[in-house]
């Protein structure tokens, strides 16, 4: 071993990390040479000199100090489970629109039983008008609305000609 | 059962603060050292270590045991240290007049001289340890963080080597050099204790 190769291994040697293999090879260099075995002695009491430095204790607040700076860490809110929470965030705010537009009545579809009923009602009266069998009066349906209530003699207002069942009686 | 430094970061990731405590009853002292060895002042490596502290909360989520928790850890305290001292303001403090020698005080907890201790003896021995510092802090950066890591903190080599960031052989180089300029530097206190050994040698 040369003196430059012992360099590298006196430190492993001295902090007794060095396998036997190792150690012997710095031990038998130092048979050989008296400065590298001085420095490995000096080396020694230097470790022991750096010893001397006393430790010192943390203060008596620090504990104290640690933890109240930890505690007023921001804890973790239920999106930041999330890995992409404005990901998460659009995801949820589609999912709540589409059930709000699946709950919205369409325009063309069944109405509520009260409606329901009246209109059935006033169907039944537009039904039974006599008016509707002439076609003039269809043609013109818009007077319909200028009907104050179901007419119940329709015939009434009609000319002989158009009454019902009377068809063939005029002739 | 004890649990390793890996498994406390675990359940502290978990949620558990109570292993948080753990963790920072562990390294509260090997750290604050750490820093104080780094930086010098006592004030200036609490704060450093309260931010170490602080970091690795708040990195719990993203831990993952891919290298040691010390490994980690020491790597966040280097990194705070060096930029503080980089950063020069706490050195402006120390060479300042009146605020460093205070702080100095407080840094070196000392027992009290007994009463049968003279003086003089009492501040050789202050002299003695702040000569000691003195020559640490004059390492070059790398060199005092490989000291203070293999030293006092007794890590392995691969250990150091990744907080260093640097091969283990290289690492074996550069605590040879460190070694070196702290040996010619401190020569009086290691050729006394050389002496004295010798001494006690050829009593025995």
């Known amino acids: ?171 | 059962m004890v649990r390793s430094d890996v498994q406390l970061m675990l359940d502290v990731k978990a949620g558990d603060d109570a292993s948080f405590d753990f963790l920072l009853q562990k390294y509260r002292s090997p750290l604050v050292n750490f820093l104080y060895r780094m930086v010098r002042d006592t004030a200036t490596a609490e704060d450093l270590a309260q931010e170490v502290f602080l970091r690795v909360y708040r990195a719990r989520k993203q831990y993952s045991p891919s290298a040691k928790f010390t490994t980690w850890m020491f790597r966040i305290a280097t990194n705070l240290a060096l930029n503080s001292l980089r950063d020069n303001r706490y050195r402006k403090m120390e060479t300042s007049i009146d605020a460093p020698q205070s702080n100095e005080e407080d840094a070196a907890p000392r027992e009290l001289p007994a009463r049968e201790m003279r003086i003089d003896e009492h501040l050789l021995d202050r002299d003695r340890c702040d000569f000691i510092r003195r020559a640490i802090e004059t390492l070059p950066e790398k060199q005092r963080v490989a000291v203070l890591l293999h030293k006092y903190e007794e890590m392995d080599y691969g250990e150091i080597a990744k907080i260093l960031e640097c091969s283990e052989s290289a690492l074996k180089s550069l605590l040879f050099r460190a070694y070196e300029t702290l040996r010619v530097q401190l020569a009086p206190l290691v050729g006394q204790r050389v002496q004295q050994r010798a001494g006690e040698g050829r009593l025995s």
């Open chain 1, 1 to 171: 071993m040369k003196c430059e190769d012992f360099s590298k291994e006196l430190i492993g040697y001295l902090d007794r990390r060095a396998n036997s293999a190792e150690r012997r090879q710095v031990e038998e260099h130092f048979t050989e040479c008296t400065a590298c075995r001085t420095r490995a002695e000096e080396f020694r009491e230097l470790w022991s000199v750096l010893e001397e430095v006393p430790a010192v204790e943390p203060s008596f607040g620090f504990d104290a100090r640690v933890r109240q700076r930890v505690a007023a860490e921001p804890r973790p809110r239920w999106f930041g489970l999330v890995p992409q929470p404005r990901l998460a965030f659009s995801m949820a705010l589609l999912f709540a629109l589409s059930v709000w537009m699946a709950k919205l009545p369409p325009s063309n579809t069944i109405p509520t039983s009260a409606s329901t009923s009246a209109e059935s009602e006033q169907f039944q009266a537009i039904k039974d008008l006599g008016v509707l069998d002439n076609y003039e009066v269809l043609t013109k349906f818009d007077a319909l609305s200028e009907l104050d209530a179901p007419a119940t003699e329709p015939s009434e207002k009609l000319p002989p000609s158009h009454r019902p069942g009377d068809t063939n009686g005029g002739a």
